[in-house]
């Protein structure tokens, strides 16, 4: 049993092997219906729950894919409509139940602690389906659709993001360090990194580089990263966060720092952050990348559950 809570805990040879396996379960569904099970039914009755605390579409669309191409079965719970949210039963006697009924875990939640309570009272394996300071599943499918599109080791290749330092942007400085990437992070003085986080890159890596400019933070980038910056529970002034960022948005003018074959991922829902040119423009690859999160899941699944070849 192998959870999968926060890519910095991973080593880096398993996630590797996550990415060959999701390159070659895609390559082989190439022509196959989406409801159509894999070849082997490699997860045949096997169960996955998922807990939604947030709202989702992606990740809930994805995962509920991914469990049944595998031949398995998916129950999607809301915290609201149990015990653990209406009638005070306590995590661990929630993780006992749902390990009874369940063969993994998938959990999408405001709170990093509920996290790591059910990784420490459930019996099967628990997957970060998004929490406060990481969003795992998301950043490893994007490193495979860097790697798809541009057709090289992410390694290669130098990445940008452009945005509010949250839990995409935690993620990626861990993959950054676990696939030896060059990564720039552009983002106002207020917004930079915490320092727990800054601490960690000083010991693991010398390739990540922050700048206050966005223009310096795109200059020679093979990918441009960014997230929405006002987060579904922003508990900000969301008017003047919008403001703070009027010089990162990325547009025609600023892509033209980047490398001519640049190429634009976001990982949704979008809002000011990015013109609708560079959105809707050739070199954004938004809706393969968000497809590519039913191939890679499937493979994060098996890995969870042993059955990763």
Not at 1 to 21: E, S, Y
Not at 232 to 240: G, H, S, T, Y
Request: net charge positive.
């Amino acid at each position: 049993m192998k959870h999968f809570v926060h890519l910095k805990d991973i080593p880096a040879k398993d996630l590797r092997k996550i990415i060959i396996d999701a390159k070659r379960r895609k390559k082989l569904r190439s022509k196959i219906s989406t409801l159509e099970v894999d070849k082997g039914a490699p997860l045949k009755g096997k169960m996955l729950i998922q807990m939604f605390e947030k709202a989702s579409s992606r990740t809930r669309i994805s995962f509920y894919m991914a469990i049944k191409q595998l031949g398995g079965g998916t129950l999607t719970l809301r915290s609201n409509e149990i015990h653990l949210g209406q009638g005070g039963e306590s995590i661990e006697d929630t993780a006992k139940i749902l390990s009874t009924y369940g063969d993994g875990f998938m959990i999408r939640t405001d709170s990093d602690d509920k996290v790591e309570k059910f990784k420490n009272f459930l019996s099967i394996p628990v997957i970060n389906g998004l929490s406060p300071s990481s969003h795992p599943t998301q950043v490893l499918s994007d490193v495979f659709t860097v790697e798809e599109i541009k057709n090289k080791p992410i390694s290669k290749l130098n990445i940008c993001w452009i945005g509010d330092s949250n839990n995409v942007l935690n993620s990626l400085i861990a993959a950054s360090v676990k696939f030896s990437f060059n990564l720039s992070i552009g983002c106002p003085k207020n917004y930079e990194p915490r320092q727990e986080l800054r601490k960690y890159i000083k010991k693991n890596n010398k390739r990540i580089f922050i700048f206050n400019d966005a223009k310096k933070a795109v200059k020679n980038a093979d990918v441009i990263f960014s997230d929405k910056v006002i987060s579904l529970n922003d508990k900000v002034n969301k008017k003047k966060k919008v403001n703070q960022f009027k010089n990162f948005k990325i547009d025609k003018k600023l892509i033209k720092y980047a490398k001519k074959d640049c190429i634009f991922l976001h990982c949704l829902p979008r809002g000011p952050e990015v013109s609708d040119e560079v959105f809707l423009g050739k070199q954004s690859y938004v809706w393969q990348q968000a497809l590519n999160r039913v191939h890679v899941q499937k493979s994060i699944l098996l890995y969870c559950l042993g059955k990763l070849r």
